[in-house]
């Protein structure tokens, strides 16, 4: 798969302390093994010249206290409250100061945020998605950046899950419905 990083950004989903540490509230001991391989996603992308966004699942104390239907809490015990250590983005990440560290309030990256306007303004056309969950924040960010007309580009080998099944889901949906999928070593930088 050849890209031009000039046209390209990373799009690290939801690496955080709570879903990626042992310690963390929702750890998948997947979403931890996936970090060496997103690291390398990133550091091969920026040395080519790609952008790189890094997303945080971040729920404020009350968000849901006056919820009708869509209670995370509820759904999965809280987790990543914002002003904790699970919140934070994992430390073996690379985080530079010109990436896009972008808070999130749904499994989707793109609703109630500036990543369309900052993709956009940044000439960004395709997009290379991985973090985690694939079949929750990884899957709802990559559709509806293929709603807006991004290209989305699961890499399949750096995506955290909570059940093998679930990351198989994820990446037939992707590739069958609104994007594509791949795998690290099959990606080349023009």
């Known amino acids: 798969m050849r890209l031009d990083p000039t046209r390209t950004a990373v799009v690290v989903v939801d690496m955080q302390n709570g879903f990626c540490h042992p310690d963390g509230s929702l750890f998948a001991p997947a979403s931890e093994t996936a970090i060496d391989t997103v690291t390398d996603l990133v550091s091969m992308a920026r040395e080519a010249g790609a952008r790189v966004v890094y997303t945080q699942d971040v729920h404020p104390p009350e968000q849901f206290d006056d919820a009708h239907y869509y209670d995370e809490f509820e759904r999965w015990g809280e987790h990543v409250v914002e002003g904790t250590w699970d919140a934070e983005l994992h430390d073996d990440l690379d985080v530079h100061d010109d990436d896009l560290v972008l808070e999130k309030h749904t ?84």
């Open 107 to 190: 499994y989707d990256a793109f609703y109630q945020t500036q990543l369309d306007g900052w993709l956009d303004a940044h000439g960004v056309d395709d997009l290379l998605i991985c973090g985690t969950l694939a079949n929750v924040c990884v899957l709802h960010t990559a559709g509806s950046a293929g709603l807006r007309d991004y290209r989305p580009v699961l890499v399949t080998d750096a995506l955290g899950y909570i059940e093998p099944a679930h990351k198989t889901y994820a990446v037939d949906h992707a590739d069958w419905l609104f994007g594509e999928t791949t795998t690290l070593d099959e990606i080349e930088f023009e």
